[in-house]
């Protein structure tokens, strides 16, 4: 595996339940349990399906047209099972408008096949959720 295709990021505890995350390029994000305003895990799990495949759609789109409004929406339910804690019924939606123009119209006639071509092929964070990803985890010292 080379350092390009490599991921990294680091968390540090900030108190009882609340932690930073850090990537390699100096980026930090609060986070905590869901008590307060702060995203909780499930929450960035959700923005990162959301965010992936909402960049791969406007990397698309944008080529014909920038879009007036561009929001993606993303619901779950979490549910507990004989498998554990678990997110089901995961649903990405997008509500997009492009300009009155050529390369507006050309965008929004993209704009289904771009949302399909994310989730299927280009969206890595539903993608690894859809096909399921061994997560090992490890006791430093032991």
């Known amino acids: ?52 495949t909402a960049i791969d759609v406007d990397y698309i789109t944008a080529k014909r047209a920038e879009a007036d409004s561009f929001v993606v929406q993303v619901d779950a339910d979490k549910i507990r ?22 390369g507006g119209t050309a965008a929004q006639e993209v704009l289904p096949s771009a949302v399909q071509r994310s989730h299927d092929r280009l969206c890595t964070v539903s993608r690894t959720v859809e096909v399921g990803t061994l997560v090992t985890v490890q006791i430093d010292g032991r």
């Open 81 to 102: 099972d004989e498998q554990g804690n678990r997110l089901t019924d995961i649903v990405v939606r997008f509500a997009v408008e492009f300009p009155e123009s050529e």
């Open 1 to 52: 595996m080379t350092d390009e295709n490599h991921r990294h990021v680091e968390l540090t505890r900030l108190r009882k339940a609340r932690f930073l995350a850090r990537n390699d390029r100096g980026g930090e994000l609060e986070f905590g349990e869901g008590d307060d305003a702060a995203f909780s895990p499930v929450e960035l799990l959700l923005a990162g399906i959301a965010g992936c």
